[in-house]
């Protein structure tokens, strides 16, 4: 029995780059000869005569072009006889006088892989048994109507070989546009669900190939308020919502022809590809298209545009060339006046607690600062719209008075602000955008304003006023003050609000070094029934440690007292080691950084110098041009006999397990030293610090001591014993 498999490569290459489908060659030859084979009934596919058809020498042309595998060598791998076409018109001629003319046995199975009728000839014209079945496998069946369409058994090809045949979809997004037009049209602009429905729209047509979105990002105010399902405003984070849902979020200048002539550039330049998408989507309703789409459709290809009902230029819309959707239709977006009710989010009855979502700035906040703002300075509580947008204008929070208006509009339908007589607005002050809000400013401002009084400086550090918020109690609910960057970020709402003032001044140990520090602006007056408490003006003014044991230190602010002991013992293996009296300030804290919890290392430091166990000062860099600042250690102080004398004993103990041969590890520890309390993750992670210790690959909690580590050494050398120094506890 005689089977053959005829593959027309020049076709299906063809048919798939124009259905925008990418082929795999290699999966394409030995999909197409096991599937044959098993058509045929053939035990193994090498019972099958398989050639591939194609114009080889010009595939070798595009192949070095392309540097793409040489397709002729993947079907000979695969086991095909490879045919040079010499003329397509004389395809079915060439075949027979190749293969089917000298062949003695009749052919009991023919399979064509084509997507033409180029080959039908052959199934008139070899010779073939009784039974014989020729089969087509091809995309469209080409043989319905013709005198073959009863005799070959038409199969697609892309189910046979598992291709799920979709179009290619690109989508251009004037984000803009839409939404500008989705809010002046009454809707609140949810970007969760404008993305999701844009999303699972393009991804209707076929395979989302592109998709990328274009507005003035990052340009204050020159986007209506855009909300989250929770009613958050979150414009700030639309970039970055957008390129989780895979849009690419393309920048371009504020103003209505800046988004069309980048959409229109880019497009032009995507369609004129080879490998083009099928279909493109542009979301916009501006005539200014009506040539782009004109240009798409002479190149055959798709054109649908998505765009606003109320806002579709009517040019557009008689556009017989294309289909129109409408954003509100697949997206479900509420009404303004719909949106002021609160979320209602269900939970399932395991769920332990609700997610917490962060309170970060957004264009509320510029509603709610500026307002307070005017009433403070009117003497009221209710303020005109006219003069509420005005403010707004004032500070950049918006790029036009139409924003304004919807920024405040919208304000309206949260809740945020209520409506009062002769058009005036007033804030609901029970909201808790609101009353976050303004705990958050109150908290800064206050901060700033305290710092400044009390230490007698012209500005505060942005670092230490960093750290200082961090230890704001009043600060700790949920979402709120969980790290510097959340911080950073009110900081700088506050300094977009013309509350505080951020300025570069040169570091006063090196003048060509410029650090940022904040300062209250001269023209911001803190609400006058706001204050801090007494406890809170202590903790900024300096605290009075002098007198105060370690001990009972310990007690007071344990992660303090920790860092002083950290604190003692690098300086002190640092000043010995090199033979210097001090120890650069800037270098000791980046290596205890990571043990820096809230403000301890600096609490630290300034307890060490109100106990006259060490002194901060300038001192001669040899390093340097410029004076460094360092810091010493009084070693005769009550407080650095303490911490030595504990560190010595610790490293003795460690001797004695080494010279024992007995492994390092905290069991260890404690069984050779029962009578000391040790605290024992403190003096693990110090030794580990300072290098004493290294925790042993593979085997954690187990280390091996640095016998001939400096202080190890001197401690082993000396062998000195817990010294009972006057004023040591």
Request: hydrophobic residues 40%; contains cysteine.
């Amino acid at each position: 029995m005689a089977a053959y498999l005829i593959v027309d490569v020049d076709d299906l290459q063809e048919h798939f780059r124009k259905h925008g489908i990418a082929l795999d060659l290699q999966e394409l030859a030995v999909g197409l000869r096991g599937g044959a084979a098993l058509a045929a009934g053939l035990v193994s596919p090498d019972k099958l005569r398989s050639v591939a058809v194609a114009d080889w020498t010009a595939q070798k042309a595009r192949r070095k072009t392309s540097n793409a595998l040489d397709p002729q060598i993947i079907f000979r791998t695969a086991g095909y006889d490879t045919f040079q076409v010499p003329e397509r018109a004389n395809l079915a001629d060439a075949l027979i006088m190749h293969y089917f003319s000298f062949d003695p046995e009749p052919v009991d199975e023919l399979i064509l892989a084509t997507t033409n009728n180029d080959l039908i000839p052959l199934v008139r014209r070899i010779r073939t048994t009784r039974n014989a079945r020729v089969r087509m496998w091809g995309s469209e069946d080409v043989l319905t109507g013709t005198e073959f369409a009863d005799e070959v058994i038409f199969q697609p090809l892309e189910s046979l070989l598992g291709i799920q045949q979709t179009k290619n979809v690109a989508v251009y997004i004037d984000f803009e546009n839409i939404a500008i037009s989705l809010n002046e049209a009454g809707f609140t602009v949810n970007l969760d669900e404008l993305i999701n429905g844009m999303v699972a729209q393009a991804k209707a047509h076929g395979q989302v190939v592109k998709m990328a979105a274009y507005a003035p990002w990052g340009q204050r105010g020159s986007l209506p308020p855009l909300v989250d399902h929770l009613g958050r405003e979150v414009a700030d984070e639309a970039p970055s919502r957008l390129m989780m849902a895979n849009i690419y979020p393309m920048f371009n200048l504020p103003g209505k022809n800046s988004a069309d002539m980048l959409i229109a550039k880019d497009i032009i330049t995507d369609s004129s590809h080879d490998d083009a998408a099928d279909i493109y989507i542009v979301a916009s309703g501006d005539r200014d298209f009506n040539e782009i789409i004109k240009s798409l459709r002479q190149r055959g290809k798709q054109v649908i545009l998505w765009s606003v009902r109320s806002s579709l230029s009517r040019q557009l819309e008689s556009n017989p060339n294309m289909l129109i959707e409408y954003v509100e239709d697949f997206t479900p977006l509420q009404m303004h006046r719909n949106f002021g009710a609160p979320p209602v989010t269900t939970f399932e009855p395991d769920d332990e607690e609700e997610p917490v979502i962060a309170f970060t700035p957004s264009q509320w906040s510029s509603v709610i600062i500026q307002f307070d703002r005017l009433a403070q300075i009117k003497g009221r509580k209710q303020i005109s719209r006219k003069a509420l947008i005005g403010q707004l204008l004032h500070v950049n929070a918006v790029v036009s008075a139409a924003r304004g208006e919807d920024l405040v509009a919208q304000a309206i339908a949260v809740g945020i602000l209520e409506t009062g007589a002769n058009g005036s607005v007033k804030l609901d002050v029970t909201h808790p955008v609101v009353e976050k809000t303004r705990l958050v400013r109150d908290r800064i401002t206050l901060r700033v304003a305290n710092t400044l009084r009390l230490r007698g400086w012209e500005y505060v550090n942005y670092g230490f006023l960093l750290k200082g918020l961090a230890t704001d109690r009043e600060l700790d609910l949920p979402g709120m003050n969980y790290g510097d960057e959340w911080r950073s970020n009110w900081i700088d709402c506050l300094v977009r609000e013309e509350v505080l003032a951020r300025e570069l001044v040169p570091h006063r140990h090196n003048p060509d070094d410029l650090v940022p520090v904040i300062k209250l602006r001269a023209d911001y007056q803190i609400q006058p029934d706001i204050q801090m408490g007494g406890d809170e003006l202590t903790q900024i003014a300096e605290q009075n440690w002098e007198g105060v044991s370690l001990s009972e230190l310990e007690r007071q602010e344990p992660d303090t007292a920790d860092m002083v002991r950290r604190i003692i013992v690098s300086i002190e293996q640092f000043t010995s080691f090199r033979g210097f009296t001090w120890c650069p300030l800037g270098s000791l804290h980046k290596r205890l950084r990571n043990f820096d919890r809230m403000m301890s290392f600096q609490r630290a430091v300034e307890y060490l110098l109100a106990n006259d166990a060490a002194a901060v000062q300038e001192y001669d860099n040899p390093m340097s041009d410029f004076r460094t600042k360092g810091i010493s250690l009084e070693l005769d102080a009550p407080i650095c006999c303490k911490v030595l004398a504990e560190r010595d004993a610790f490293v003795r103990t460690l001797l004695s397990l080494y010279e024992k041969n007995i492994l390092i590890s905290e069991q260890s520890i404690r069984a050779s030293d029962p009578t000391t309390h040790w605290d024992m993750p403190l003096w693990l992670s110090v030794m580990q610090t300072e290098n004493v210790l290294n925790e042993i690959p593979g085997r954690p909690g187990q280390y091996s001591l640095f016998r001939t580590h400096h202080t190890v050494t001197l401690i082993a050398d000396t062998k000195r014993t817990e010294p009972e120094m006057p004023g040591c506890e």
